[in-house]
């Protein structure tokens, strides 16, 4: 069964680093997405992105953020100097359906990150 | 705002003890409603879509169901292996993310 996969499963960095985290979405997935997860609290948004530009992103999502495409396969999140509260789990997520599928994602395992 | 409450936080259910979990929400204009199951150290795994009130889902033990404020998900003769957090999400009619609610942890016990 196709799935999203996710590199690293686990990042431990300095604060002021920065961090590249890597997904492979479902190879016919046209939406790709990166949510995240502090421990214990919601599944929040951060960024859409669609026909190889951001569709859509959150306040969460500021300069520090970046998403890019650099292939037919993979997604990546990068972020530019961390902060302790950047630690979280980083979920990548794709889609196959535009309009009223866009919900139904599909979830990678996630990436810890841990900034100390 | 749009926001999305889940109660209870937590449900503790002996084997074979049916329940319902709550999800509450308001959102201007509703595109649609997910419910996801979230096993720990993994990503949220989906399981139904509802759109409109009224509408009604099954799987297996799991079945979904949409009013104008409030989907409930109904555990009929839980197993262990229900065991995980059900989260629920909306989707408005104005943007393309989806908005979770914290969740509610199950833990369905032999």
């Known amino acids: 069964e196709p799935e999203v996969t996710q590199t690293p499963s686990h990042q431990v960095t300095q604060m002021g680093q920065e961090v590249i985290l890597r997904c492979v979405p479902i190879?016919?997935?046209?939406?790709f997405y990166w949510y995240r997860q502090i421990l214990g609290q919601k599944v929040e948004f951060l960024v859409s992105?669609?026909?190889?530009?951001?569709?859509?992103k959150s306040e969460i999502f500021d300069d520090q953020f970046s998403v890019e495409r650099p292939d037919g396969s993979n997604f990546t999140l990068k972020i530019r100097s961390t902060k302790l509260e950047d630690s979280a789990m980083y979920f990548c997520?794709?889609?196959?359906?535009?309009?009223?599928?866009?919900?139904?994602?599909?979830f990678g395992e996630g990436s810890r990150l841990t900034v100390l | 705002e749009d926001q999305v409450t889940q109660s209870p936080e937590a449900l503790r259910l002996q084997e074979g003890e049916s329940s319902s979990l709550n999800c509450s929400y308001t959102?201007?204009?509703?595109?649609?409603l997910f419910w996801y199951r979230q096993d720990p150290g993994k990503g949220p795994e989906f399981l139904f879509t509802?759109?409109?009130a009224g509408e009604e889902k099954e799987k297996e033990r799991l079945k979904a169901t949409l009013t104008k404020k409030e989907s409930f998900l109904h555990i009929t003769a839980p197993k262990p292996e229900d065991s995980a957090t059900y989260l629920c999400?909306?989707?408005?009619?104005?943007?393309?993310?989806?908005?979770f609610g914290k969740g509610t942890k199950l833990s369905v016990k032999p």
């Open positions: 997520a794709s889609s196959p359906s535009s309009g009223r599928g866009t919900g139904e994602l599909f």
């Open positions: 959102v201007s204009g509703l595109r649609g």
């Open positions: 190879s016919n997935h046209l939406y």
């Open positions: 999400a909306v989707q408005a009619l104005s943007q393309g993310n989806l908005i």
């Open positions: 992105f669609y026909n190889n530009e951001i569709s859509e």
């Open positions: 509802l759109y409109s």
